[in-house]
């Protein structure tokens, strides 16, 4: 129709002319994940070291919002991916992700899950995104060793991390405060990069390994006992039945495990609850922004 | 002491002809003048002194040549008594003065034996002057000294009048008549030497019956009522141009409004007018026949105004009065004021039955009467609708009854007005655009969860009101209006899918946003007011005051809730009731210094008073012991506004006027959101306008205007509370071009074109709970149109003058309307709207066939848009990025009507 390019052009040419002034403008985020190298091993818990073999983390979907807190004052963001992507804590390359659709303005706080988002609908039923299906599911998996009273103990600690709190359904997990909250101008035209980056050495920092290993003997009411490395079979009534070297066999002696390969632990775990807590409350991610030039 | 400029002319120019076709002698020529008006009708007091109309109080003859005298001269007829035709009352608020000529057969006695319309001027001006003449006396023409018949050409100009009341008021206001019969102005046609010819056909050609020179003037004490160049009057014969869904739908006519049923048949239209996003009414004063059709305070929107009672077919005019320069122009006038005139013309009138039938199954059935016996006003009408709507829950029926009558008492013109009308009507919601272009739904579908499958709205209203008005001797008048009001309204709308919490079941939440809105008014008001003939100290200056009061009273109940599946409510919004009293006063100075210059100066005051029983106040479950205290909150709060309103015009030439006004204007508050013993803050609107008006009989009529309007409180949609929430003040600058032309009998056209910069001055600063407002210093106000343009076409006459002992009428008309892209908060643009209507009727004797076609290029279009966080997939990850959503508009439609009139 003619009328239709007429009135277009009629209104582009007030735009243009600076009668039509909107300021705010829908514009996009480029968001790139990335880890952190980890060479060698770091402090644990009471000093228990530490070597990670893999640290991968389900992150998103994320909202930028306004608010100097985010949470119930974030029903309309500023800027959002909802989708959710595996991260490689451990690989500090950066790792493009997606496209946040944004709108200019100051972002002064976020809010992200892992993978496993809270839905006000229907809460007892939160979805799982593939990314965190894909780790079993789960919103964290990490493995390596902690070297404990001479043992290297092997462990691979996976957790689901979601929304539990009752009158906060369909809010993340995770939202930023007034403290840990940022300051940065999302700019026009796709100009302003988001690369958030993931250090998993805080992650276990309330782990207890330590917990984990023991000196012990038998003694009544216990099953299996671990003198150090050497795993002992006790009966009922507390007397040693028999003994034998983990090491031996490459294993290692846990605390009312006796000899394992490896240790594999769940969210409900010591090592889990902790790791819960780590991503969830623990340090954050550092939500680095860049602007194009 | 000489009339001037409040003066209405009719300007009468009679030719004479004969009987024996000889040549004629008129005493126009000669200088010789007629007998002066010996009658004067009765209702029309004059105003001036005899003496003012001395020199031309006689009739002015032409002259003949006098080698023709022998041997039977021919003297044209005198008139003896000229009876003033009737300013057609639906008029008086107008900016048309036209001509009306009418061929006079007068028999031998001088009586006038027929009258016919040789170029008329509309029917109601055509009506008024056929009326007048056939009262008319003669001192017949003569051969000789014989009486003999002839036939005379009478032009009557109407000259521009001016208001005292609404129009429907008005008319009781005739003209006083200075009985006065003047020379015709040289080089015009009437001083031309007349013929006199035997009265062979009804209308004569003019070579037959040229014009003498005959020049009535009437003065009115009527009012100005278009104080601005913005002020305009949409006759019916531009209404009814383009084929209209409803009576409503004739809003689009008027210069700068665009307005859309966007939510559904049972909720009122969305109108934008001048660069005013009015929402349902909030920022223009509608009033049909005299009656307020804003509620205050309605829990849907402030100022709610529901128009779909109008019925086409008794709409006679809008008259649309932009900016705020009338004193009489009350709460909600912010943008303008909008009044639709009642009735139905002289050739209209009698039994009516159409029914219309045409696409998604919709079904219109009307039945008008309209006694011809009666006044224009005098008319019952009652329009049923049924329709399954287009796309998906658009269904529904309404029915509207509209019953006027009108007497005269004496000095007394009285007359009633009732309203009757209800809708229900399922409600498709609005669509995320995202979801449109991903498939997810269709344009004209609604989402299928229960809370939008469950959307619908019922509005059931009656409207009453006695009016009437007196003219007293001398030029004073004055009238009164009574009026009482009733209205339910029941919506359940979800527009944002699931983002909603309960407050009263804390952890409740996701339910679906199915927002129940209910609200009943109780109204009842009345007017006044007074109007003092003319003070008159100089020769060239005239003065009068109009003082007046008005009042309301409203009563109202109002809730809102949400709804789940199977109608459980899971949580309360608002529980209230409220009382607000509502009382105006408003005087009016009209200076006319020479005909050249009108000054009008004026001042409004008004005070609010509300006391409100807030059920759901003091309710904070989370914060306080539940046994502290009992839940409510009643409060009162009132205030008070006063402003002036003031304008100038001048007239250089006959043609122009140059017109300046400037006015403050008010809005009230909605009452929920005082506080107690809070100064209940009006919002105040400044406007001025600095025009032109050129007008060319009613052959051409073009305005320009450029306005500045200045609002210190402007609101916003509010989705996720389905209602109007502030946004801080904000600022117009605009202008507009309107033009009407009628250049052939059979042929009318208009067109506006309507430009605005609206901004938003002071938005609300981000607080903690509202960290990321939506709106910025100096933006563009969202949903507000930059330009806005309409166009109406249309023709109608005879297409064959005899189909088996009965004449074929057409008719045809367009009508185009462009709606420019609209800024959206954060920055998005809704799409442009452009619109073609058309239809067409053919009549026969008492049968009529019409086609009408809506939205002719089937153009997809939004009726309205929203830019809000919602979250219409409960599955998926929500959303809370704000995102475009539409209304659709409806596509392509064709109705056929078939119409039987007696």
Redesign the interface.
């Known amino acids: 129709m003619r009328a239709k390019p007429i009135a277009l052009a009629l209104c582009l040419g007030l735009s243009a002319s600076g009668c039509i002034d909107t300021l705010t403008e829908s514009t996009s985020i480029e968001l790139a994940v990335q880890g952190t190298r980890v060479d060698g091993a770091f402090e644990g818990r009471d000093g228990v070291p530490i070597s990670l073999e893999r640290a991968h983390i389900v992150f998103g979907p994320v909202y930028l919002c306004a608010g100097f807190t985010a949470g119930n004052l974030c029903d309309e963001s500023l800027a959002e991916w909802r989708g959710a992507v595996v991260v490689d804590a451990l690989s500090a390359e950066p790792t493009a992700v997606a496209s946040m659709d944004a709108l200019t303005g100051t972002a002064r706080s976020y809010m992200y899950d892992f993978g496993i988002a809270s839905r006000l609908t229907t809460p007892e039923m939160p979805l799982v995104t593939p990314a965190a299906e894909s780790l079993g599911p789960a919103s964290a998996v990490v493995s390596g060793r902690a070297e404990v009273e001479g043992q290297s103990i092997p462990f691979t600690v996976s957790v689901r991390v979601e929304q539990t709190g009752a009158v906060e359904q369909g809010v993340p997990v995770v939202r930023s405060g007034e403290s840990d909250g940022i300051e940065q101008e999302i700019l026009p035209d796709g100009q302003t990069r988001l690369r958030v980056r993931f250090d998993p050495r805080p992650w276990l920092a309330t782990a207890n390994f330590r917990a984990l290993v023991e000196d012990a003997a038998c003694e009544a009411g216990r099953d299996v006992v671990c003198a150090g490395a050497v795993e002992q079979t006790c009966a009922p009534d507390g007397a040693l039945v028999a003994s034998r070297e983990c090491d031996a066999n490459g294993q290692v002696c846990v605390r009312e495990r006796g000899c394992v390969d490896r240790l594999e632990l769940g969210a409900e775990s010591q090592l889990g609850r902790a790791l819960r807590s780590g991503v969830e409350a623990g340090a954050r991610p550092e939500f680095v922004f860049e602007v194009s030039p | 002491m000489a009339l001037f400029a409040a003066c209405i002319c009719t300007s009468t120019t009679a030719a004479a002809q004969d009987l024996d076709g000889g040549p004629a002698r008129t005493e126009a020529d000669s200088g010789v003048p007629s007998e002066p008006p010996s009658e004067v009708d009765s209702d029309v007091p004059t105003e001036a002194p005899p003496s003012e109309g001395a020199p031309d109080s006689r009739a002015a003859p032409a002259e003949s040549e006098p080698e023709e005298e022998s041997p039977a001269a021919l003297t044209p007829p005198h008139i003896v008594r000229a009876v003033p035709p009737e300013y057609p009352a639906a008029r008086l608020s107008g900016l048309a003065h036209p001509t009306v000529v009418v061929i006079v057969t007068l028999d031998a006695e001088g009586r006038v034996a027929d009258a016919q319309v040789e170029h008329g001027a509309g029917e109601d001006f055509d009506d008024a002057a056929l009326r007048a003449v056939r009262e008319w006396r003669f001192d017949p023409a003569r051969r000789g000294e014989t009486p003999t018949a002839s036939r005379i050409r009478i032009a009557i100009h109407f000259e521009l009048p001016s208001f005292d009341l609404p129009t429907s008021e008005a008319e009781h206001i005739g003209p006083t008549f200075d009985a006065r019969v003047q020379r015709p102005p040289p080089g015009r046609a009437e001083d031309a030497p007349p013929e006199v010819s035997e009265p062979t056909h009804p209308t004569p050609s003019e070579d037959e019956a040229p014009e003498v020179g005959v020049t009535a003037r009437v003065e009115s004490e009527t009012r100005v009522e278009d104080r601005g160049a913005g002020s305009f009057e949409i006759d019916r014969d531009i209404l009814a141009a383009a084929p209209r869904r409803e009576g409503a739908d004739m809003l689009l006519s008027v210069p700068g409004v665009f307005a859309a049923r966007a939510e559904g048949l049972a909720i009122g239209h969305r109108i934008n007018l001048r660069g005013f996003d009015a929402e349902h009414g909030q920022d223009v004063e509608l009033r049909v026949g005299g009656l307020p059709v804003n509620l205050p305070s309605h829990i849907h929107g402030q100022g709610y105004a529901d128009v779909g009672f109008l019925i086409p077919d008794v709409v006679q005019r809008v008259r649309a009065t932009e900016g705020v320069y009338d004193p009489r122009q009350s709460d909600f006038a912010v943008a303008g004021t909008i009044d639709f005139d009642l009735g139905v013309a002289r050739a209209e009138r009698g039994f009516r039955a159409a029914s219309s039938y045409g696409a998604f199954n919709t079904f219109q059935q009307l039945l008008l009467w309209a006694p011809e016996s009666e006044r224009e006003a005098t008319f019952g009408a009652v329009q049923y609708e049924h329709t399954e709507g287009f796309g998906q829950r658009r269904g529904g029926d309404r029915i509207s009854a509209l019953v006027q009558a009108e007497a005269r008492s004496g000095d007394w013109r009285l007359r009633g007005l009732g309203i009757v009308y209800g809708a229900r009507a399922d409600l498709a919601g609005v669509l995320r655009a995202d979801d449109i272009e991903a498939g997810r739904v269709g344009f004209y579908d609604t989402y299928a969860h229960p809370t939008a499958q469950s959307q619908n709205a019922l509005t059931g209203r009656f409207l009453g009101g006695f009016f009437g008005t007196y003219r007293a001797d001398g030029g004073s008048n004055g009238g009164f209006s009574v009026w009482v009001g009733a209205d339910t309204f029941r919506l359940q709308e979800n527009f944002t899918g699931?983002?909603q919490?309960s407050r009263v079941l804390?952890?409740v939440?996701?339910?679906g946003d199915l927002i129940e809105q209910r609200n009943q008014t109780l109204s009842v008001g009345l007017s006044g007011r007074f109007r003092t003939e003319a003070w008159r100290p100089w020769e060239w200056l005239a003065a009068r005051v109009e003082v007046g009061l008005d009042g309301r009273l409203d009563f109202l109940e109002q809730g809102q809730s949400l709804l789940a599946r199977r109608n459980e409510t899971w949580d309360q919004r608002v529980d209230a009731s409220v009382f607000g009293t509502q009382g105006g006063l408003f005087a009016d100075l009209e200076l006319r210094l020479t005909r050249h210059l009108r000054i009008n100066g004026g001042v409004r005051g008004a005070l609010l008073l509300y006391e409100v029983d807030d059920r759901l106040g003091n309710f904070a479950p989370d914060f306080r012991p539940r046994d502290s205290f009992i839940m409510g909150f009643r409060r009162s709060a009132g205030g008070a506004t006063v402003g002036p309103r003031v304008s100038a015009e001048v007239k250089p030439l006959e043609w122009l006027s140059l017109r300046a006004a400037y006015g403050q204007g008010y809005r009230s508050p909605q009452a929920r959101t005082l506080e107690d013993g809070e100064r209940a803050p009006f919002t105040t609107v400044q406007s001025g306008d600095l025009g032109a008006v050129f007008e060319f009989d009613r052959v051409l009529r073009v305005a320009v205007t450029g306005y500045w309007t200045e609002l210190s409180d402007d609101v916003a949609f509010e989705p996720r509370e389905g209602r109007l929430e502030r946004i801080g003040a904000s600022r117009r600058l605009g202008a507009v071009l309107y033009a009407q032309a009628r250049p052939l009998d059979w042929l009318v056209g208009a067109v506006s074109v309507t430009y605005v910069?609206a901004?938003l001055l002071e938005p609300p600063p981000?607080t903690?709970?509202n960290?990321?407002p939506?709106f910025?210093p100096?933006?563009?106000l969202p949903y507000v149109p930059?330009?806005v343009l309409r166009a109406d076409v249309g023709v109608r006459g005879t297409l064959v003058e005899d189909v088996l002992g009965e004449s074929l009428r057409g008719r045809l008309g367009v009508g185009?309307s462009?709606l420019?892209?609209r800024?959206?908060?954060?920055?998005?643009?809704a799409e442009?709207i452009?619109l073609f209507d058309a239809g067409g009727s053919l009549a026969w004797g008492p049968v009529d066939l019409g086609v009408s076609v809506f939205n002719l290029?089937d153009?997809r279009f939004a009726a309205y848009e929203f830019l809000?966080?919602s979250?219409w997939d409960?599955?998926?990850?929500?959303?809370?990025?704000?995102a475009r959503h539409l209304a659709a508009g409806a596509p392509f439609s064709l109705m056929v009507t078939l119409g039987l009139s007696t």
Do not use: K, M
């Not at chain 2, 800024?823 to 643009?829: A, D, Q, T, V």
């Open positions: 699931f983002i919490r804390p952890g939440a996701g339910r910069n901004e981000a903690a709970d960290p990321q939506p910025e100096g933006q563009n930059p330009v185009y462009l420019s892209p800024p959206l908060p954060y920055g998005g643009f442009p452009h290029l153009t809000f966080t979250n409960p599955e998926a990850i929500p959303a809370r990025l704000p």
